[in-house]
């Protein structure tokens, strides 16, 4: 059994909250460009699983066709972009959604402030940022991940301003590996 109510709760490193707030508030002149951003991570998941199942392919389950799915709810005010690929576990989550690139952050955001690189082009792609600019259009993001082969499933949530939660979840909420909602 599950226990949903537990939640490792932590904060962003403080350069990755600093950042986070510049770019929702300055770094993207289009808000569109969230979407092709998690499309773009939901392709990279599902060749990321492509790769990995050459050596084991028992990671494809019953769905070995990469899939990208995209659905509105319009009365939620919910987008959610889907995708069958290969999925986090919860230290997965912790590094890949916890930290923008290690490597690199600091500097990014000493440019960004000096008013270097004002080129949205130049940010796209770049140290991890682009899954963030989901925040420019939502109030909380939600991932919730399975990683392939794996019996557990996590719910990764922040509003962009400081702090992230992970928690676990059923494994029927994480069907396919992995589902990103806002």
Not at 16 to 44: C, G, P, Q, T, W
Not at 74 to 91: F, L, P
Not at 130 to 157: C, Q
Not at 165 to 176: E, F, G, K, Y
């Amino acid at each position: 059994m599950v226990d949903e109510a537990k939640s490792d709760d932590r904060p962003f490193e403080a350069d990755v909250a600093k950042l986070l707030h510049i770019m929702v508030h300055s770094v993207y002149s289009e808000k569109e460009v969230f979407l092709r951003e998690l499309i773009s991570n939901a392709a990279d998941a599902c060749e990321r699983l492509r790769y990995e199942a050459i050596a084991t392919p028992s990671l494809l389950g019953d769905d070995p066709s990469p899939r990208i799915t995209l659905s509105v709810d319009a009365e939620k005010r919910q987008i959610t972009v889907g995708d069958n690929g290969v999925g986090m576990s919860h230290d997965e989550m912790v590094e890949a959604l916890g930290t923008i690139a290690r490597s690199g952050t600091k500097a990014f955001v000493d440019r960004i402030q000096e008013g270097k690189d004002r080129e949205e082009a130049s940010f796209i792609g770049q140290f991890g940022v682009g899954f963030y600019s989901a925040f420019m259009v939502a109030e909380r993001v939600d991932v919730i991940s399975r990683r392939a082969g794996a019996e557990e499933a996590f719910r990764w949530s922040s509003d962009g301003k400081g702090t992230f939660s992970i928690s676990a979840v059923p494994l029927a909420d994480a069907p396919a590996a992995r589902v990103a909602w806002f």
